[in-house]
């Protein structure tokens, strides 16, 4: 009974793992401009 949801999760992570290094946003999150971009914490407070 779980071996059809099962075997669809496994398409969809070998999708995901073959579709990865040609993602236009992951490339630019992991590349040259993810390597450049600072994010700063949240501030629940007035930071100075």
Known sequence: ??????LIGLI???YGISSVFTDQSTS???G????ET???P?????CP
């Open 32 to 35: 040259r401009l993810g390597q």
């Open 12 to 14: 969809i992570f070998i």
């Open 38 to 40: 600072f994010m700063c």
């Open 1 to 6: 009974m779980l071996i059809p949801p099962a």
């Open 28 to 30: 630019d999150i992991c």
């Open 42 to 46: 949240r501030c629940d407070k007035t």
